[in-house]
């Protein structure tokens, strides 16, 4: 094992302390468990890690519910301290046995994660080795959908409440209605007991405390949050899973960013055209480079963001035109797909959360043009609508899908 310094205890150039990397060898035995690891009633509806390719953000549809009546919603973006680092293998087998997992999977897993050796070495010279039996490795497929076993059980107590899981990147959603906060702070007082008796212990300093609320109404008070005695720091803006979400709902900061980080690798673009590369190879590294920055989580912000805004990540792309010689897809079209194929996966995977908002319609009843979304029409049955809930018809004969939101809808 090679040591891995820790940026938070020493810096980089002192050998002092490191940060241990379990770097075994788990290449054999990953990928044997994980497809009796990964099934449907094993999967928390609310855990993004457990789908190959999440939709969109199950709850966001909650949110905006919450906001457009008027209200507000609290988010506590939750932090451990070395997440990995702190799992019970026995406290896992019992969960694994209690989903109902075979008896010889939990113990392959058990000795899986139990007894392993490590040492550290530098140039010439090893340590000891140390045996540990606690935690799952660092860099391990497996390790994260272990994870996400282990805390199968955190789930929300109260019908306002949300808790929004990706491996150990948790989030806590208070639905606040009439300015009653309790139900959100109970919520909060349930997760640090669950964290105590699962040996996962919360880093307060890294825990964020955001509020949205849209209403104009300024006599509201906002309760601190406090963990084992220490008040949570409220920020107005929180960058989770790639992409900064703010207390206003805007996205010119998290577009900004992608703008900025798209510029920087057009550099790299003109290198390679220096080097008269074909632009089929500057085609392939635009798109592995640059366009994955520009359409990371697109169908979460690119609907709401501003004309403004967009015309900046297009003109990101109308260079990289100009520098490969060739045309690029903008975009607008990109959203469009995107917002298809998610919205088919969805539609075809009843264990999905966002399952529930498709209703589907007989093929007579859908126009051909409707296979493009910007084309599409209000095509719902008011009888069926949910309250400012967006609605997605699918039909499974044509294979089209039609978008539309139920308060237009009911308008009409």
């Keep these: 094992m090679c040591p891995v310094p820790d940026p938070v205890l020493a810096p980089f150039q002192a050998p002092g302390p490191v940060l241990p990397s379990n770097l075994v060898s788990v290449m054999s035995a990953e990928p044997v468990p994980s497809p009796y690891l990964i099934r449907a009633d ?79 070495r530098v140039g010439n010279c090893a340590s000891s080795t140390l045996t540990l039996s606690t935690g799952a490795p660092q860099g391990c497929v497996l390790s994260p959908l272990l994870y996400s076993l282990y805390t199968y059980d955190c789930t929300a107590t109260s019908s306002s409440t949300i808790i929004v899981k990706f491996a150990d990147d948790t989030v806590v959603m208070g639905l606040i209605s009439d300015n009653d906060e309790r139900a959100y702070l109970e919520e909060i007082k349930h997760l640090e007991n669950w964290c105590q008796e699962n040996n996962l212990l919360l880093n307060i300093s890294k825990t964020k405390d955001l509020i949205v609320d849209c209403s104009k109404k300024q006599d509201r008070y906002y309760q601190p949050v406090r963990i084992s005695g220490t008040t949570v720091e409220r920020v107005d803006s929180f960058r989770y899973l790639g992409v900064h979400i703010l207390q206003d709902l805007s996205w010119s900061r998290h577009t900004n960013s992608l703008a900025k980080k798209a510029r920087q690798r057009l550099y790299h673009l003109r290198r390679l055209r220096y080097f008269r590369l074909p632009s089929k190879v500057l085609r392939n590294f635009y798109t592995c480079t640059i366009e994955s920055i520009l359409t990371g989580n697109i169908t979460v912000w690119f609907g709401n ?18 520098i490969t010689h060739t045309e690029l897809p903008d975009l607008q079209t ?27 319609l007989r093929s007579s009843g859908i126009c051909p043009l409707c296979v493009d979304i910007k084309l599409c029409k209000n095509i719902v049955r008011k009888g069926e609508l949910e309250e400012s809930l967006p609605v997605v018809s699918y039909d499974s004969e044509s294979d089209y899908i039609v978008m539309s939101f139920a308060q237009a809808a009911m308008k009409e």
């Design 305 to 322: 963001s501003t004309k403004q805004d967009r015309q900046a990540l297009q003109r990101v792309v109308h260079s990289a035109e100009c």
């Design 334 to 360: 990109i959203y469009y797909k995107w917002c298809q194929t998610k919205a088919r996966r969805i539609v075809k995977d009843p264990t999905h959360p966002n399952n529930r908002l498709f209703s589907l």
């Design 42 to 120: 094993l999967i928390l509806s609310l855990n993004l890690a457990s789908y190959p390719i999440p939709g969109p953000a199950p709850g966001s549809t909650a949110v905006m519910t919450n906001i457009g009546r008027g209200n507000y919603v609290k988010m506590l973006f939750v932090d451990y301290s070395s997440a990995f680092n702190t799992i019970i293998p026995s406290l896992l087998t019992t969960k694994l046995e209690d989903l109902g997992l075979h008896t010889s999977l939990c113990d392959w897993i058990s000795n899986f994660l139990t007894d392993r050796p490590q040492s550290v």
